[in-house]
T-cell receptor, first 111, second 113 residues
Framework: TQLLEQSPQFLSIQEGENLTVYCNSS?????LQWYRQEPGEGPVLLVT?????EVKKLKRLTFQFGDARKDSSLHITAAQPGDTGLYLC???????????FGTGTSLTVIP | DVKVTQSSRYLVKRTGEKVFLECVQD?????MFWYRQDPGLGLRLIYF???????EKGDIPEGYSVSREKKERFSLILESASTNQTSMYLC????????????FGSGTRLTVV
């Protein structure tokens, strides 16, 4: 199984702080997706990035795809308690149908 | 509102019981998946199916089987439940190719006692 490495594994911050989480692979991504999983729920797709260097924004969340397409970052500005959850990166299949998921970053935003 | 529905949010079963976890999707997705999620181990693929009556083993198929008799329904079967199968089980579906991502169910938290 191809495993994407995410860092940090755990992150606990105060409301209003900024943060960045990372997703890395030793091989080139065809494209990359970010999911958020709230406690007790299944993951929900946030964004798909496809082009090297691409930046996408979703309200206070900024997603960046590395120029070489081997890494990606998620930056959250002014974190809120509703941002609490597990953030997963995933690579859609090149062939076949299986996604490969990262190890996840567990974020806790303290009010 | 499109969705993937898992039949139970919480289940408690006894060791040795046969357990059925049901998943239904209403998005006409070709692919369906079963994962288990454990702290520190991430999402691990148990089985997936890319068509009716078709199935493929994932990374940890031992102790599990699946059934896909209809396109919208994918069942996970624990033939003889054991305590090490206590976990969160997530069902997901997708179109072929996956560019539009997975849609996940809300999960079933299974406890085997």
């Amino acid at each position: 199984t191809q495993l994407l490495e995410q860092s940090p594994q755990f992150l606990s911050i105060q409301e209003g702080e900024n943060l960045t989480v990372y997703c890395n692979s030793s091989s080139v991504f065809s494209s990359l997706q970010w999911y958020r999983q709230e406690p007790g729920e299944g993951p929900v797709l946030l964004v798909t990035v496809v082009t090297g260097g691409e930046v996408k924004k979703l309200k206070r969340l900024t997603f960046q795809f590395g120029d070489a397409r081997k890494d990606s970052s998620l930056h959250i500005t002014a974190a809120q308690p509703g941002d609490t959850g597990l953030y997963l990166c995933a690579e859609p299949p090149n062939t076949g149908n299986q996604f490969y998921f990262g190890t996840g970053t567990s974020l806790t935003v303290i009010p | 509102d499109v969705k993937v529905t898992q039949s139970s949010r919480y289940l408690v079963k006894r060791t040795g019981e046969k357990v059925f976890l049901e998943c239904v999707q209403d998005m006409d997705h070709e692919n369906m998946f079963w994962y288990r999620q454990d702290p520190g181990l991430g999402l691990r693929l148990i089985y997936f199916s890319y068509d009716v009556k078709m199935k493929e083993k994932g990374d940890i198929p031992e102790g599990y089987s699946v059934s896909r008799e209809k396109k919208e329904r994918f069942s996970l079967i624990l033939e003889s439940a054991s305590t090490n199968q206590t976990s969160m089980y997530l069902c997901a579906s997708s179109f072929t190719g996956g560019l539009y991502g997975y849609t996940f169910g809300s999960g079933t938290r299974l406890t085997v006692v």
